[in-house]
């Protein structure tokens, strides 16, 4: 991982248990390969299945772009309507348990789950100086990917401290997800106890990361008190701020900036392929985002962006949310008509071409050699968690649990005067009308980051903004009907599917 000097990727994934492919399933397990009297005898050890622990971040750019697209805010775009028919179902709201990019989702967050427990597992088993950070870092991971898991999916099975191997799958159930929230809850209130508040190694994990995913996880269950009360904490003693120029949150000069409290680190080296997209060191979303056939000319003001494959394409409607003087709104939209034409750049169009793109993830030409996403190895670290999404949460806290309105503004004005580069247009609302007034500035401040379709469920307003959704029924998505048979179909389905 890019940022992570241990340059032991593939020894990491070979020693652990759960081996991934595109055809994977949520128990495939190399039994081979759990030696335990061979592993876990030396801190490197600890540290190489670590790492193999972190890898899976990587492949949660499916998570990003698959909820964007299932949100309001873009199509889904592509060559036409059956390139990746998982995602154009997903835009369609015709999602079912036999959907492939799901079923991805589903069996790399569990490959997350099933790294970082291998780790628990054999958490007593050496001593060295610093294992309670390793210790730490792996539950922080094991909470994030039961975060995604619970997010998407809803009740899933909850394993503490073991692996899952082949054949557990008979005796396992799903758990409430009270429950799982519960442990995520008791993972991210350890691993804030123990982590630092800044790490020697870009991208590892911090008390910041841990503290922020902890509001977050109180915030969608709404237990209000207790996000203001821990997001308040991080944003009075963090070591965080928002970056002056919003224009450079997203280019490269502005990766692992003051504003990230979580980034997921991507590299451009080889390994990728459409055969196997969770291979990638890059970030395989902003090639999916690209532009259709774009050119420039050499050196021109165009010649900053490569080609893609037009997946993800904001609508209209979201572009149009912006005020016309808000400095967020051509950094974080795309206008390729107006942009080809002060610049000369010629492009593509691809299936329900909008005239926009995720101009935050575009692949972008970083040496005169760069190809961008079409070896999917494009460098865009994502920014998982930035500090204008702490003030946002704090905000939502403190208005939607009516405990202090002004600072629910205060918080919010902080995102807007950095938006307008001005005081004139804080908010000065209270009660639901400020409530609606976070709600839009979380769409405005993170749009194309992927998180705008679990906002509208979590608050209720997914059924009135997305074509397609049905109460009931699409707040979670199908559990991949293959995973229900290897259980024996001891698992009932989701509602709906």
Known sequence: MKKL???????????LTTMISCSDDF????SNAENSEAFFNSEGDYQNALIGAYDLLQSTYINVIMGEIASDNTLCGGENATDVIGFQEIDDMTHTPVNSNLRDLWSWMWAGVNRANYILEFKDKTDFVGKDQVIAQATFLRAYYYFELVKWFGDVPLIIDQRILFGDQFNVDRTPKADVYAQIEIDLIYAASVLPAIQAEQGRITKGAAQALLGKAYLYQGKFPEAASVLEELILTGPYDLVTDYSTIFEEVGENNIESVFEVQYTDLEGAGFGCLQCSEGNVAVGFNGIRNYGATPNSAGDIFSSGFS????????????DIDDLRKDVAILDIDAWATSTGATFGTGF???????????????????QGDLNLTNPNNYRAIRFADVLLMAAEAFNRGSIDDSKARTYLNRVRRRAFGD?????????TTLTDAIYLERR??????????????????AAQEINGFVTGKHELFPIPAIEIELTGNRWTQNPGY
């Open 5 to 15: 000097n241990i340059k032991i990727k593939f020894i990491a994934m070979i020693i």
């Open 27 to 30: 128990v495939d397990v190399e």
């Open 311 to 322: 997946f993800n394409v904001p609508v209209q409607e979201a572009y149009d949310a912006f």
């Open 352 to 370: 329900e071409h909008t005239g926009y793109f995720n101009r935050k993830y575009l692949p972008r030409k970083r040496n005169a050699g760069a």
């Open 423 to 431: 005081l004139l247009h804080d908010v000065t609302s209270s009660g």
């Open 444 to 461: 405005l401040e993170l749009v194309g980051e992927g998180h705008r379709f679990f906002d509208l469920v979590r608050t209720g307003k």
